[in-house]
């Protein structure tokens, strides 16, 4: 992918600021994805920061986890869309790889992402609650954080309504921490998120999402990472930073 122009970009930005989500297809080529996905195939899947059952296929802390893939994720195409929508401060803080395969029963309710991967536990004003999961401590930081923090989503598959594209919610990330049950469909119509294999989807944390099970028996393979440009307080430290 080339440099976008700078009414691209103003347009990028504008949507990302509005909506909450944007679509940008075309940014890995298919030898990039191929490449992301033989990284990941090589990988030994005993360890515990790997989950997989008969829904899914999910490995935490992907950049630290499979030596070597960052090269494959971290195209000069991706580093110059990031540095251009977002600027040179932001840097990565979590990976996740997701695989839903072609017939899974897997969904996600509708939910917001409140929490952020950190080192440790700490008693810090405004942080909390606090989860842990396989030895990775997750928290509640302050609102601010989550409103300037965005995610990354790369396709390794074409994904649709059939195979558990993310629902979303424009605009809904503007609104603050709220309740998924307080959703008034009526006002606050979900789109579908289509991307095409090699496209990325970039999202804000706050923006309310879901996505449904499979049903064509294609797989929907999902590199998740996120965002910050946030220093947290002292003694605490980014889990992936």
């Known amino acids: 992918m080339n440099s976008m122009d700078k009414d691209i970009i103003l347009k990028h930005q504008e949507e990302l600021a509005v909506r909450g989500f944007i679509v940008i297809d075309n940014v890995f080529s298919a030898s ?3 490449a992301i ?3 990941i195939a090589a990988a030994d899947t005993s360890g515990p920061a790997f989950r997989k059952t008969s829904d899914l296929f999910a490995i935490r802390q992907l950049l630290k986890i499979i030596p070597g893939i960052n090269k494959h994720v971290f195209t000069p195409g991706l580093q110059t869309l990031i540095q251009q929508i977002f600027g ?5 803080v979590k990976s996740i790889y997701f ?4 017939q ?6 509708w939910h917001q992402d409140l929490t952020i991967s950190i080192d440790k536990k700490l008693a810090i004003d405004n942080y909390g609650p606090w989860t842990v999961k396989q030895d990775q401590y997750a928290v509640q930081p302050p609102v601010d954080i989550l409103e300037s923090n965005f995610t990354i989503r790369i396709h390794l598959d074409d994904t649709d309504e059939t195979n558990g594209a993310l629902k979303v919610i424009p605009g809904s990330h503007l609104k603050g921490i709220y309740r998924a049950e307080t959703i008034d469909f009526s006002t606050s119509p979900d789109v579908s998120c289509r991307v095409k294999k090699g496209g990325i989807m970039i999202m804000r944390p706050l923006l309310m ?3 449904g099970r499979s049903s064509n028996g294609h797989s929907r ?3 998740h990472i996120e965002f910050t ?6 003694g605490l430290k980014w889990s992936e930073h």
């Open 104 to 109: 899974s029963n897997w969904f996600v309710a």
């Open 32 to 34: 990039e994805i191929a």
């Open 209 to 211: 999402h879901a996505s």
């Open 88 to 92: 040179t401060d932001y840097f990565p």
């Open 229 to 234: 440009n946030r220093q947290l307080p002292e």
């Open 99 to 102: 695989d839903k395969p072609g």
């Open 221 to 223: 393979r999902v590199v």
């Open 37 to 39: 996905i033989a990284a």
